[in-house]
């Protein structure tokens, strides 16, 4: 599982370390931030509990290429990792160990007025966790799709590096075998909020 | 938000929300909690402050390897990270000790035909040991019964035994009645059931009356 972390870590640095080899209409972010992610499962076994992942940090890079006057083609990989929790309804919190998550999405960026730029994306979002115990002890599950949504603002003085910051939001839906074997008749769906600082290379302006 | 809107927003909420699975239906447990008559109630498991659980075991014959597969098979009937048991070496750092009740029977492959009744287990009950006493640690033995039996049958017994007694010191203090449970008096399938599983997920969500010591 490490292997598999440094070998995406490996990737996304290549992607973002390489601005010389760029053609000029390709343009590549990285963007670092937080993660919340809502409720992955609701149980109640005696009293009420939630499973959630902790807040997390995520590193998305993206890479994109004009379309039109307007509009720009993008794929992006995001990657994040953190504990994963039970928080039960007397307040104590459970560590449940780590769960990563690696998500893959295409979709079209606008920009708009002011310095603001908005994108779509959909793809798909693969849990991937540490180990193989409690939920996730018959594994993750298919790769969920993945709808996103993000707003980026890149003030003029950052331009030159393709400095801002962004807004995304996604949604998908969560369940795994474990949790059928269990008696859960449908996944849940998941919300998951990221703000984030990025960095862009390559396209000329990176805004 | 016009009518319809909320009534349409209201069922694609529902929708995404699962129904939690029925746990306390008649049937899908059995008792766990040791009584004194007429209404104390002994429910014991390991608190979280206290995990993870761990167990010694005798390092003579298959021993090693039973408690293994006891301490695996518990690990993995929680969902929620309410159980974390372990194998230690060192006797001294243990919470539970398992060992042979006289010379260990000889290790070979387990019989693979029907249950056969070949072997014995006991545990000393922690609702009694931490309770009325000040001792720390719990004792788990096991061993071949005498009479016509192959070491084989021998061996799976001592598998489903090891698991069941294993059962007893994660707080399962009661037999159940179901021939189809680990946890019956004379175990006679190879893992826990689902109602074997449901009943410590219980457990393990219950409000315990005996502790272990600090």
Known sequence: ?207 | MTRPGLALACVVAAACEPTVPVRDCTGCTYDFADTIPPDTSLVFHWPATRLPVRYYADPRAAMPALVATGVATWNAQFLYGELRAVQVADSNAADVIVQWEATPPPDVPPDTGAAVDACAGSTTNPSVVFRDSSARVLHVTLGAKGGAFSDAQVAACLRRVAIHELGHSLGLLKHSPSRFDIMNAVPTVSFPSVTDRRTVELLYHTLPTVLPPP
Do not use: N
Request: glycine share 12%; with cysteine; proline share 5%.
């Open chain 1, 1 to 207: 599982m490490r292997a598999r972390y440094w070998r995406l870590a490996g990737i996304a640095g290549g992607l973002a370390c390489a601005p010389a080899a760029l053609p000029a209409q390709l343009l590549v972010r990285a963007a670092l931030g937080a993660r919340y992610t809502s409720t992955l499962v609701h149980d109640s076994i005696v009293t009420p509990f939630d499973v959630r992942p902790a807040l997390a940090p995520a590193l998305a890079v993206t890479a994109a290429t004009p379309v039109g006057e307007r509009w720009m083609a993008q794929a992006t990989l995001d990657f994040s990792t953190s504990a994963l929790e039970r928080h039960d309804a007397a307040g104590t919190t459970t560590s449940l160990g780590r769960v990563s998550t690696l998500a893959f999405t295409v979709g079209l960026r606008r920009g708009l007025p002011a310095g603001f730029a908005a994108a779509v994306g959909v793809g798909g979002l693969k849990y991937l966790p540490a180990d193989a115990t409690g939920i996730f002890r018959q594994g993750s599950g298919a790769i969920a799709g993945l709808g996103q949504v993000t707003v980026e603002y890149a003030p003029v003085a950052g331009a030159r590096y393709g400095l801002g910051v962004q807004a995304r939001y996604d949604a998908h839906r969560f369940v795994t075998p474990a949790l059928q074997s269990e008696g859960f008749d449908s996944a849940r769906l998941v919300h998951r909020v990221t703000l984030a600082v990025r960095a862009g290379w390559g396209g000329g302006a990176a805004r």
